[in-house]
């Protein structure tokens, strides 16, 4: 069982916005960044949101991160087939030396 | 652009030691803001982060395998390198390397990943 809980499964119509949440403790989520990572089917996880809210170059600025307290979202607006995958958020423990991540929210397009 | 690689022995025997390495091409592995690590990945089960290291040797493990693994770097080959000792059928996954970018503390190049079964 992940210290960082996220909903195991998550849905939604093409061009629907869903929200995945990530919840974490002080410890991890409520002092350090929270990135997302999208690993697409029988592919390695690709980053999607570093730091809170920030999208590396190249991520669609559908997808977006947002961060309160001990708990983290990831957002996607305009949904496409193609955003079908699981997303797994992911914290550092508050020494930067110990990562932490989600179990991983399994996202369908319907 | 930035490609890694992993390689090693696709099947290990139990409480044998799994070993594995990572070349990093497209970028030298001693560049900054940089350290390298591994990740794994039970089939059917979510991501573990394993350890991470800077090309100075500077490491740092999971501590629920820190008694279990090893990872080194060597900077003449741009390799960095995974040992994880007395394995089980737990240790089954796939096997990522990755370049953790200490700027934005995320993963942000991996590596295609590489199967490792434990078996007799």
């Known amino acids: 069982q992940s210290v960082l809980t996220q909903p195991p499964s998550a849905s939604g119509t093409p061009g629907q916005r869903v929200t995945i949440s990530c919840s974490g403790s002080s410890s991890n989520i409520g002092t350090t960044p929270v990135n997302w990572y999208q690993q697409l089917p029988g592919t390695a996880p690709k980053l999607l949101i570093y730091n809170n809210s920030q999208r590396p170059s190249g991520v669609p600025d559908r997808f977006s991160g947002s961060k309160s307290g001990t708990s983290a979202s990831l957002a996607i607006s305009g949904l496409q087939s193609e955003d079908e995958a699981n997303y797994y958020c992911a914290s550092w423990v508050d020494s930067l030396n110990d990562l932490l991540v989600g179990g991983g929210t399994k996202l369908t397009v319907l | 652009q930035l490609q890694l690689q992993e390689s090693g022995p696709g099947l290990v025997k139990p409480s044998e030691t799994l070993s594995l390495t990572c070349t990093v091409s497209?970028?030298?592995?001693?560049?900054?803001?940089?350290?390298w690590g591994w990740i794994r990945q039970p089939p059917g089960k979510g991501l573990e982060w394993i350890g991470s290291?800077?090309?100075?040797?500077?490491?740092h493990y999971s501590p629920s395998l820190k008694s279990q693994v090893t990872i080194s770097v060597d900077t003449s080959r741009n390799q960095f390198s995974l040992k994880m000792y007395s394995v089980t059928a737990a240790d089954t996954a796939v096997y990522y390397c990755?370049?953790?970018?200490?700027?934005?503390?995320?993963?942000?190049?991996w590596g295609q990943g590489t199967m490792v079964s434990v078996s007799s």
């Open positions: 990755a370049r953790r970018n200490t700027g934005w503390q995320a993963f942000d190049f």
């Open positions: 290291l800077s090309y100075s040797g500077n490491v």
């Open positions: 497209g970028g030298s592995i001693t560049s900054s803001p940089y350290f």
